[in-house]
């Protein structure tokens, strides 16, 4: 099970975090089996123990961490949806993040 944000709990539903990861890569170099594959280790998160609870904080900082390695700007439109960026500040720090790291 997934514990959204508002407390919910849901089943894992691989399809929405592809949509998110395909949104975040439209247009980057990211290969598609590298998209199957960070889904992959999510879903293994999600699944191991069967009787654990995962909240989507987990998930989605999970996705960033892996996304950080494989492409900076699907990293950063990840990032501006999962953290709900309000403005242009919210996307410099994050890159000003990103450029000390």
């Known amino acids: ?13 691989r399809s929405k975090v592809k949509g998110g990861l395909q949104r975040a890569c439209e247009k ?3 290969p598609a089996r590298q998209i ?9 998160m999600v699944s191991e123990p069967a ?5 989507t904080d987990e998930i989605g900082e999970h996705i960033m961490s892996q996304l950080q390695k494989l492409d900076q700007v699907a990293y ?25 790291d």
């Open 51 to 55: 009787d654990r609870e995962v909240s």
């Open 76 to 100: 950063v439109r990840f990032a501006s949806v999962y953290r709900d960026f309000q403005d242009v500040r919210d996307f410099v720090s994050e890159v000003t993040h990103l450029n000390h």
């Open 28 to 30: 980057r170099p990211v």
């Open 1 to 13: 099970m997934v514990v959204k944000k508002d407390g919910r709990r849901e089943r894992f539903d």
């Open 36 to 44: 199957d594959r960070l889904i992959d280790q999510v879903e293994r």
